[in-house]
C-alpha cells in the first residue's frame, strides 16, 4: 500500500512563550507544497525502513532506517487506534523528495503518509478525521501534513484551522547540507531573547497579520512578501552564517522576498510567477546552488492504491 503528503514551508512563524512543558506557544501559517513524499508498506517478518529519492545522497543518508524513523511509529499508532497489538511488522519504502532535517516537514509527511497506507493495510476501518486528532502525538507537523492546503497554526502548532480560497504561489527552495536540530534552534532562540532582557515564558501571545491571510486568498505575491516572517531565523543564521548570503542571493537572483523554512536550513524564495520562479532557480544554479522549483498549496495525505 502506498500513499504521500506533502512538505511544507511557514510562511509566517511567530514564536511566544516557553511553556512549562518545554514546548513554545506559536501562531503559524503552513503551505503544503508540491513537493512529496511517498512511502509504501509491505508486510515483513520484522520493522525495516529503505530510502531513496531525488535528494542529494548526504541527504538521503540522514533519514534514520531503524524503528526510530517516524514511518515505524505511525503503523504502530494505528495499530493501538484499531486495538490489535502487536502491530504486524512492515517494510517501508520512502521516496523522498523534501529537504531533510531542512525545516519543511520531510518526516512529518512521511509519518502521514505512513498513517494512511498503514490503517488501508491494516484494515483498520479508522477515520481520516481521527487520525488528524491522535497525529500529532507524532510531531506538531504530521496533522497538517495529513490535512494539506493551507492553514493558521496555533499552541504548539498541531491545532489547525484551514485557510479557504488560497490561490497558488510560486516558491523556489535551497537545500543546506546538514540538518539543524529544531529544540537547539529554540534554545538559541530563548537565550538570545533574555540577553536582550525579555523573560521567554511571560511575552505577548503571538497572532497571524490578516494582511497575511487577504494575500493569500488574493495571489497577491507583492503583498504576500510583506508579511513574511519567521521568529526562528536570526537563530538558524547564527548557527549557519552561510544562510544570510543564500538569502541576499536569492533576491539578488529576482526573488521577491527569501527566508529560512521553519528552524532550517532550508532557505526558500517566494517568485512571482511560475516562470519567474524557473528564472530564479537557474540563476541560483549558476551560482552553484541546487535550486528545486514547487508552488502551494498542495492537498494533502492521499492513499494511491497500487
Known amino acids: 500500500m502506498t500513499a504521500d503528503a506533502p512538505g511544507k514551508i511557514?510562511?509566517?512563524?511567530?514564536?511566544?512563550?516557553?511553556?512549562?512543558?518545554?514546548y513554545h506557544d506559536v501562531a503559524s501559517v503552513y503551505l503544503a507544497l508540491g513537493l512529496r513524499e511517498r512511502v509504501t508498506l509491505s508486510p515483513a517478518d520484522a520493522w525495516s525502513v529503505a530510502v531513496e529519492g531525488s535528494l542529494s545522497l548526504s541527504q538521503l543518508a540522514g533519514v534514520p532506517t531503524g524503528e526510530d524513523n517516524l514511518v515505524v511509529r505511525a503503523a504502530k499508532l494505528v495499530s493501538a487506534l484499531a486495538e490489535t497489538q502487536p502491530a504486524h511488522p512492515v517494510h517501508f519504502q520512502i521516496d523522498k523528495s523534501v529537504p531533510v532535517a531542512g525545516g519543511m516537514g520531510g518526516g512529518s509527511a512521511d509519518a502521514a503518509a505512513a498513517l494512511l497506507a498503514a490503517n488501508d493495510l491494516y484494515c483498520s476501518g479508522i477515520t481520516t478525521t481521527a487520525l488528524l486528532e491522535q497525529a500529532g502525538e507524532l510531531g506538531a507537523d504530521v496533522p497538517f501534513a495529513l490535512m494539506g492546503g493551507a492553514a493558521v497554526g496555533t499552541g504548539r502548532g498541531d491545532s489547525l484551522e484551514a485557510i479557504e480560497g488560497v490561490k497558488t504561489t510560486h516558491w523556489v527552495l535551497v537545500p543546506h547540507d546538514g540538518g539543524l536540530s529544531t529544540p537547539s534552534v529554540y534554545q538559541k532562540l530563548d537565550a538570545l531573547r533574555e540577553s536582550r532582557g525579555l523573560d521567554p515564558a511571560t511575552l505577548t501571545a503571538p497572532s497571524i497579520p490578516s494582511g497575511l491571510i487577504e494575500a493569500l486568498q488574493s495571489g497577491d505575491a507583492h503583498e504576500l512578501a510583506k508579511h513574511i516572517r519567521n521568529d526562528l531565523e536570526e537563530c538558524s543564521i547564527l548557527a549557519i552564517p552561510e544562510l544570510a548570503k543564500t538569502i541576499s542571493d536569492g533576491v539578488?537572483?529576482?526573488?521577491?522576498?527569501?527566508?529560512?523554512?521553519?528552524?532550517?536550513?532550508t532557505v526558500a524564495f517566494l517568485a512571482e510567477s511560475a516562470d519567474l520562479a524557473e528564472v530564479i532557480a537557474n540563476n541560483l544554479s549558476v551560482l552553484g546552488y541546487e535550486a528545486l522549483v514547487t508552488y502551494g498549496p498542495s492537498e494533502g495525505a492521499k492513499l494511491e492504491k497500487n
Request: glycine share 22%; aromatic share 8%; hydrophobic share 40%.
Open 252 to 265: 539578488a537572483a529576482g526573488a521577491l522576498v527569501g527566508m529560512v523554512s521553519g528552524s532550517g536550513p
Open 10 to 22: 511557514n510562511l509566517y512563524f511567530e514564536v511566544g512563550s516557553l511553556q512549562p512543558d518545554g
